[in-house]
């Protein structure tokens, strides 16, 4: 599974920023198997979920980003969404797309990190 994430960049605290995330080799009928999700890692720190979106759009939110930070889905363009809100410097890290398969054995695939920078 390739994902293509893009969307990362320098925002000042307060500010927001949307990461994007596409799966353009699966075909449709396929990416309704898959949860999609962001996690992100910041220097030092072990990699972390921040949202996770069922097929179904069924959104789950990380503690430190809810009300903050809204994840969407369109199936039929294969693709996710991150808008973040309210930016802080500690939202400050690399952040990944994830496509975790939903059958009786998930398998997790990743996109390259694109790093997001919150400056306060």
């Known amino acids: 599974v390739q994902l293509q994430a893009s969307g990362g960049g320098l925002a000042q605290a307060g500010g927001s920023l949307r990461l994007s995330c596409a799966a353009p080799?699966?075909?449709?009928?396929?990416?309704?198997?898959?949860?999609m999700g962001w996690y992100r890692q910041a220097p030092g720190k072990q990699r972390e979920l921040v949202a996770v979106?069922?097929?179904?759009?069924?959104?789950n939110y990380a503690d430190s980003v809810k009300g903050r930070f809204t994840i969407s889905r369109d199936n039929s363009r294969k693709t996710i969404w991150l808008q973040m809100n309210s930016l802080k410097p500690e939202d400050t890290a690399v952040y990944y797309c994830?496509?975790?398969?939903?059958?009786?054995?998930?398998?997790?695939?990743w996109g390259q990190g694109t790093l997001v920078t919150v400056s306060s």
């Open positions: 994830n496509a975790r398969s939903t059958g009786a054995t998930p398998q997790d695939y």
């Open positions: 979106i069922t097929p179904d759009r069924t959104p």
């Open positions: 080799r699966l075909i449709t009928s396929t990416y309704w198997q898959y949860d």
